[in-house]
């Protein structure tokens, strides 16, 4: 028995510390960006795979939608434009913070037995916006981690009023889903790995519904000092696939990356390696019919990209404040 007893125990410790050395949703490697870190109908509590729906999952889902007894409803006796006014009132017309990610529950999620960390979605309504922010580095509102601190602090057992989508039970009717995923502005979870693990779990009937994305992730590009650095070179054309195929019917997005410092890649910088970067944004840029395209970068890094953005008149290059400070590290880099 005891021999057993420890080799169990030596198992799950080790398995936890394991955790540690988990990709960090900016790396290139990150849980959910590759089909290896994902399983189908996994485990929700493994943080090593990202568990994801069969496909004809999906599929029997959005059939669901379409058996409500709409008709004997008062509600749905009401002009369709009534109703849409009444579900853009719930759940249009937001800046809404989604995150899907391995964490703990935040404090005004319904409680389940089993603690710990699992894969769970978190959203919130942006406090500072409706729309797109001058900069996404400046909109620090009500998020996770507000909400366990609030409850902590204040007592709360609900989110404050204006933080939450409403309405969450209407979303059982097909007509509504067009003002949840085509009025409202998605800025998902800061990530590399967000875009990958959108595209995993919603599905494509719901993307394609979906008209304006505010993305924002590190990108340790051509810095080797990241675990799965090297991925980047099949990561970052993977995510244009993405913005091309899932996003689809999106008119309105803004790209923002972090760069390295200007001033630690300079010197190992070329024309191709720029062209690296920008040649998949100019295709994506060319190849549909844009409300707003913007692609923000850090403000040492305008100059480089200037020339490119003067050349056409489809996207705008924009700057955030964000800056890597962790110029001179060695071994650290884009402001981990
Ligand atoms: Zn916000």
Redesign the pocket.
């Known amino acids: 028995m005891a021999p057993k007893f420890f080799d169990k125990l030596f198992k799950r410790e080790h398995k936890r510390s394991d955790y540690r050395f988990r990709p960090r949703e900016f790396w290139a490697n990150a849980i959910g960006i590759s089909d290896s870190t994902c399983e189908i109908q996994g485990d929700p509590f493994n943080g090593w795979k990202l568990p994801i729906p069969a496909p004809e999952q999906s599929a029997l889902k959005s059939r669901a939608r379409q058996h409500d007894g709409q008709q004997t409803s008062w509600f749905f006796r009401l002009p369709m434009e009534v109703r849409r006014m009444i579900y853009i009132e719930l759940m249009g017309n937001r800046?809404v913070?989604i995150e899907h990610s391995w964490m703990y529950q935040s404090a005004f999620q319904p409680k389940s037995k089993r603690g710990g960390k699992r894969w769970i979605w978190w959203h919130?309504?942006?406090?500072?916006?409706d729309s797109f922010?001058c900069d996404t580095y400046g909109?620090?509102?009500?998020?996770r981690d507000d909400e366990s601190y609030a409850s902590y602090t204040e007592g709360l057992t609900r989110a404050p009023p204006g933080t939450k989508i409403q309405g969450v039970e209407w979303l059982s009717y097909e007509e509504a889903l067009p003002v949840l995923y085509g009025t409202n502005v998605f800025?998902p979870r800061e990530g590399i790995d967000s875009p990958f693990i959108m595209s995993r779990l919603i599905p494509p009937t719901c993307a394609q519904l979906i008209r304006s994305v505010d993305f924002t992730f590190v990108f340790c590009w051509d810095l080797d000092l990241t675990p799965g650095a090297k991925a980047w070179t099949t990561v970052y054309p993977a995510l244009f696939d993405i913005l091309e195929q899932y996003f689809s019917k999106v008119h309105s997005l803004r790209l923002t990356i972090k760069l390295p410092a200007w001033e630690k890649m300079k010197q190992t910088m070329s024309d191709s390696k720029l062209n690296k970067i920008v040649a998949p944004w100019e295709t994506l840029a060319r190849n549909r019919d844009w409300k707003r395209l913007e692609f923000c970068v850090p403000l040492d890094w305008r100059s480089v990209f200037t020339k490119r953005a003067e050349t056409q008149s489809i996207w705008e290059l924009t700057v955030t404040d964000w800056f890597d400070w962790d110029v001179r590290s060695a071994g650290r880099g884009c402001g981990m």
């Not at 909109?139 to 998020?143: A, L, M, S, T, V």
């Open positions: 800046r913070h919130g309504v942006c406090q500072n916006s922010v909109d620090r509102c009500w998020g800025v």
